[in-house]
């Protein structure tokens, strides 16, 4: 196993100079960082996590609790936290605990018991379990007691969503929502709503409970179904706007000439689909990269500028929306 003492000699700097720069604790000048990032990298040393959390009481593990990492939404946030922190010497457990409460609570005991660094989850936990002491930075959703927290513009997303597919001719819109859970999207969805309150078209909410792909297929045939003069669709998120392109275009319609689609997240798929999905843009791997730079902060005591920070949102136009826009 590669030392502290290997790196430093390495290096060509101190035992000390690589323990602080390691711990983030104590300066560290430019010039040496770079000799010990090229040591590190050099001999693949791996910080002993055991020995850290004796002096500071806390490990650098860090838990990341999700809802569905079938969504691509998450896996690309989960990335976004993981390079963050393993460039720092953090660790990443991931959770995939949709909403199972005792698989959450069995994570978070666990990572309460290793005097874990923190926890990223889209979940406020504090009154659940309010005896687990330990860092949370809420993800994705907006509306939580915790104080720290990462989430975009959703009531932007909701009304930039509806504004985007009225003034490309909708006129018999569906408006999807997705499972009531989800805050976020619910936010969206009620944004979207409320803008077409307030202009003369014709509009139908529907409700999904569900990210499956094969459930989701089952809720567009029966909109399809229910509301068959529907000329546009504004989607909760990009899988579900995959689904419904799927099955349009099985009914023999063409997209956008008689149906147009507007997505949500902008997912990497989004743009291979055909016809390429239009969407609205939000980043999920920027969005878990500031999550992991608020724990860090919190777990090596620094100035925190921001304790909620919220990410805008634009407009990605590809194919699925007519380009007649006024």
Known sequence: MVTIKQVAQEAGVSKSTVSRYISQNGYVGKEAQEKIEKAIEKLKFVPNLSARSLKTKRNQLVGLLLPDISNP??????????EFLQERGYRVMLGNIGEDEALEEDYLRVLAQTNAAGVITTHDFSEKFSDIDIPVVIVDREGHKSNYGVFSNNVAGGKLAAKIVVEAGGTNIAVVSGPLTAVNINNRFKASVDFLDNIDTNYKKFYSKSYNFEVIQEEANNLLDCFQEVDTIIAPSDVHAIAFIHEILARGKKIPEDIQIIGYDDILISQFVYPALS???????????????????????????????????????????RKNRK
């Open 73 to 82: 939404f998450f896996p690309m946030l989960a990335k976004g936290v993981e």
């Open 279 to 321: 969407t609205i843009h939000q980043s999920a791997y920027t969005m878990g990269e500031e999550a992991a730079r608020l724990v860090y902060e919190i777990d090596n005591e620094q100035y925190i500028e921001k304790k909620r920070i919220e990410l805008p949102i634009h407009y990605v136009e590809r194919e699925t929306i």
